[in-house]
């Protein structure tokens, strides 16, 4: 094996092994959220390009671990992971038109914060930072700035990983046809 290539094949095994353990520290922060069925429901629901919202707020609780690793500030590691998971938490379609569910459908960016609050705040027993990120993650849309780091680094987290989903950089395993009504 030449060296190029095995320098590549451990930095692929590095890779490989840090989003392993990221994966597993939201396993252990959120477990009860992500066995939760309205969590798992969430996967019926397309956020970005074919990124379900439940594949959408497990990258966004990655992102924000590996975020939160490399700034030198401490967080609340759980806080943040159940921030993140539960920040989309308004379980319906917003791409629908307007319906009871989906009362405010042209302004979803404005007032989905406030109904996955409404919606966490029914199921979990929320911290004070868990609701900031939740609350406050759609910034500057949210005229209040979050007020922890945690909510900080889950905003930025939640932008990139928009980002990258609605220029189809990273791509869900969604099925548009199979998911809430769309028809390809």
Known sequence: MSDSLKKRSEKWKRSFEK??????????????ILESNNFRGSSAFIQHGNMTVKEHSLNVAMYSLAISKRLPIRV????????????????????????????????????????????????????????????????????????????????AADKYCSLLETLRIHRGHANRSKVSGYSV
């Open 19 to 32: 989003r392993r353990e990221l994966r597993r520290e939201i396993v252990k922060q959120g477990k009860d």
């Open 76 to 155: 609340n590691r759980r806080d943040l992971v159940r921030g993140a998971l539960l920040h989309d938490y308004f379980l319906y379609d917003w791409h629908e038109k307007c319906s009871p569910q989906n009362e405010h459908c042209r302004l979803h960016g404005f007032y989905h914060p406030g109904i996955a609050l409404r919606n966490a705040s029914k199921e979990y027993r929320l911290t004070p930072r868990e609701r900031d990120i939740i609350k406050k993650h759609m910034w500057p849309l949210t005229v209040v700035p979050p007020a922890c780091r945690e909510a900080w680094i889950v905003t």
